[in-house]
């Protein structure tokens, strides 16, 4: 590099608190200030949507790709963004990838495939400004056709880097959106980005992309088989030499029940007691019986069938019958949403739900719980088991991806791990762990070391950070560059 740090442009469609819709933004947020504490020059490159100028002010305009201007801005840790400013397709009112009634964009694949396109620009020799990445690397479809432009149509390229964040996501559209976006026409191949007859972004990354990451070491076998490969399972067995799973962290700043402004008490693994104090008042807040022997569980997250929603409406009665306490807050499906209002109807004072999103109330929910649940069919990596066993909140939990990865297991005859697992996807295996957890939870030594466990591991974002500084150096070498 010429004596100069490693450059890395991060190529998404979500950057927290900017704009965030689930974890792909507080990815593209915390890892980029731990990839410069470990001495490489990051910038993160993002739609200009209508919703970030109030938080970026006046951001000038830098140069100009593709006839959108390029503009130039802070993220609030201190790293650069460049915006890619296309009025016609970000300068609406509406989330990142729906209008306000929930309906997919029409033209979202002209709004991410433009997007691509000019991240890929500024990562070739076409590039108009002066700072040049030596590494593209792209999160989830919307970036997927970065990659392919790279490697079939722009000069002396920026080697790639794709990670899936969730594979299920794959931005795919009618085969004539090839034309629409001037796409070379032999990309469209079994070998390319062609899937199934129509054009696939997330498949025409992980083709082109020079390497390939996900979440957590554990996903990254699953998605290679049939079950949860999505349809590309043959793709990604094929280039499993390339595919490295790496667990995602958390930004322990923010969540750390020791100097957490949003929670009632602060606490640590030394001085657990203040935790009673904030489940008092979590009950408080959503309107449960003030006791605090109950054992209060709780579910943050999307209200969806991939998060096994259901499979805590299926043992929600068993749960209140044997003394628990739930409380849920997330929306998503809303036959889902309907049922758990339901739950909350028959059993007022022991089940409450609160459809929708607050961050702080996350924060008070981690806090204030005794149990966590997670019974995901599918979790790539998932955070709330992060952060629940750094607040002191052993987690229920089926073992998959980063659950299985991030989770140590409590063995059912002692009390040693951080948190309870269970196999099958089904009501019955869910039910079987919380009752292991409310067995340990009932002998209060015991569950004291479940939850000292869990505050003691270390989910910061630095130990992943020299995993993918390691990951661009050997592709960097592998491209024929000084690293």
């Not at 999160?139 to 490697?151: I, M």
């Not at 001037?182 to 992309?209: D, I, N, Q, T």
């Not at 758990?340 to 929708?356: E, K």
Request: with cysteine.
């Amino acid at each position: 590099m010429n004596g100069r740090s490693l450059r890395v442009l991060f190529v998404a469609s979500e950057c927290a608190p900017w704009v965030k819709t689930g974890g792909l933004a507080d990815v593209v947020a915390a890892l980029p200030p731990a990839l410069v504490t470990a001495g490489l020059d990051v910038r993160v490159c993002l739609p200009y949507y209508r919703s970030l100028r109030p938080e970026v002010g006046e951001a000038p305009p830098v140069a100009t790709v593709v006839g959108a201007l390029v503009r130039k801005a802070r993220l609030p840790s201190g790293i650069i963004a460049y915006l890619i400013d296309a009025p016609w397709l970000f300068g609406r009112d509406g989330g990142p990838y729906q209008d306000a009634d929930g309906s997919d964009w029409p033209d979202n694949a002209q709004r991410f495939g433009l997007f691509a396109r000019a991240a890929a620009i500024l990562a070739s020799d076409e590039t108009p400004l002066l700072w040049r990445p030596d590494v593209f690397h792209g999160h989830d479809w919307q970036a997927g056709l970065g990659p392919l432009w790279l490697k079939t149509s722009l000069p002396k390229p920026a080697p790639s880097i794709m990670t899936i964040h969730n594979l299920a996501f794959q931005g795919v559209f009618p085969a004539q959106t090839m034309e629409a976006l001037r796409l070379p026409p032999e990309v469209f191949a079994v070998e390319g980005a062609e899937f199934y007859g129509r054009l696939s972004f997330l498949k025409a990354g992980l083709h082109y992309a020079d390497m390939l990451t996900t979440v957590s070491p554990t996903y990254a076998q699953e998605i290679q088989g049939e079950a949860w490969g999505c349809g590309l399972h043959g793709l990604l067995t094929r280039r499993r030499a390339d595919l490295t799973g790496i667990v995602n962290g958390i930004d322990d700043r923010v969540w750390d029940p020791a100097t957490d402004p949003l929670i009632a008490a602060r606490y640590d693994r030394d001085h657990l007691a203040e935790k009673a104090v904030n489940k008092a008042s979590l009950q408080r807040r959503f309107d449960l019986a003030l006791d605090p022997a109950r054992p209060l569980f709780a579910m943050v997250g999307r209200l969806t069938w991939q998060k096994g929603v259901d499979l805590i409406a299926e043992v929600a009665d068993r749960l209140v019958r044997a003394g628990g306490q739930l409380v849920v807050l997330g929306t998503g499906e809303r036959s889902l949403e309907d049922v758990l209002r339901g739950l909350t109807h028959r059993h007022r004072g022991a089940v409450s739900v609160r459809i929708g999103f607050d961050e702080a109330l996350a924060h008070e929910i981690e806090a204030g719980a005794d149990i966590f649940l997670m019974p995901s069919r599918f979790e790539p990596c998932g955070l709330n088991q992060m952060y629940s066993q750094r607040y002191g909140t052993p987690p229920v939990a089926r073992a998959t991806g980063g659950l299985a990865d991030t989770i140590d297991g409590v063995d059912p005859e002692g009390c040693e791990g951080s948190g309870f697992l269970f196999d099958e996807p089904m009501g019955t295996a869910l039910w079987a762990a919380i009752e292991r957890a409310l067995g340990a939870y009932r002998t209060p030594t015991c569950w004291r070391r479940i939850m000292v466990s869990g505050m003691r591991k270390d989910f910061s974002w630095a130990a992943s950070a020299e995993r993918y500084r390691t990951l661009y150096e050997g592709l960097i070498r592998d491209a024929g560059r000084p690293a």
